[in-house]
């Protein structure tokens, strides 16, 4: 089974904070993903990262950034935290390819305050 | 803006009975579409997909129908159980885009 695990449930930050947020997959998945899910929005792709090191912009990347140092690791990095930042995030991971479905981790939940 | 558009946030059905979930999308180079099923508290899971070359693929109780001169597709469950209570997001890829756009998600409710 496919396993995609995120550093945190809940989080509580401050405005202005640095905030990362670690999600690991198990699979040797090529590809990772960021997303984050608001109500009547539905999942908003932030980042995706199609091989260790590389990056591309989402949907929404404003406000974002990502690191991917290692294959089955993926940051997403809030540089300076807001309120509109405020909400679930989660992670996803597929293989390579286009066709694969993607793997969610459980997300989390950033309350910026 | 959104290319796939969930119009019905919420769906409520008795147990046994039919549930239709419905999509729309916009963009004429999507070619595969995917359902999710979301738990509260949990992360999204695959549920079933189809490509364009098809209109119709069945997978135990979830048959997805793809009508691709309208754009429109639909999840049908049937019978609804009382575990299929979930958050069902619509998703669309095009061809050589490894990215997804995901509805804004249906609520579905199963009443026993």
């Known amino acids: 089974d496919v396993k995609v695990t995120q550093s945190s449930r809940y989080l509580v930050k401050r405005t202005g904070e640095k905030v990362f947020l670690e999600c690991v997959q198990d699979m040797d998945h090529e590809n990772m993903f960021w997303y984050r899910q608001d109500p009547g929005l539905g999942l908003r792709l932030i980042y995706f990262?199609?091989?260790?090191?590389?990056?591309e912009k989402g949907d929404i990347p404003e406000g974002y950034s990502v690191s991917r140092e290692k294959k089955e690791r993926f940051s997403l990095i809030l540089e300076s935290a807001s309120t509109n930042q405020t909400s679930m995030y989660l992670c996803?991971?597929?293989?390579?390819?286009?066709?694969?479905?993607?793997?969610f981790g459980p997300g989390t939940r950033l309350t910026v305050t | 803006d959104q290319q796939v558009k969930q119009n019905s946030p919420s769906l409520s059905v008795q147990e046994g009975r039919i549930s239709i979930l419905n999509c729309d999308y916009t963009n004429s180079m999507f070619d595969y579409f995917l359902w999710y099923k979301k738990y509260p508290a949990e992360g999204p899971t695959f549920l079933i997909s189809i490509s364009s070359i098809k209109d119709k693929n069945e997978d135990g109780r979830f048959t997805v129908f793809l009508n691709k001169s309208a754009k429109h597709l639909s999840l049908h469950i049937v019978p609804s159980q009382p575990g299929d209570s979930a958050v069902y997001f619509c998703?669309?890829?095009?061809?050589?885009?490894?990215?997804?756009?995901f509805g804004a998600g249906t609520t579905v409710t199963v009443r026993a």
């Open positions: 998703a669309a890829s095009a061809f050589i885009d490894y990215k997804l756009s």
């Open positions: 990262s199609y091989d260790v090191k590389m990056k």
């Open positions: 996803a991971s597929s293989l390579s390819g286009v066709r694969y479905e993607q793997y």
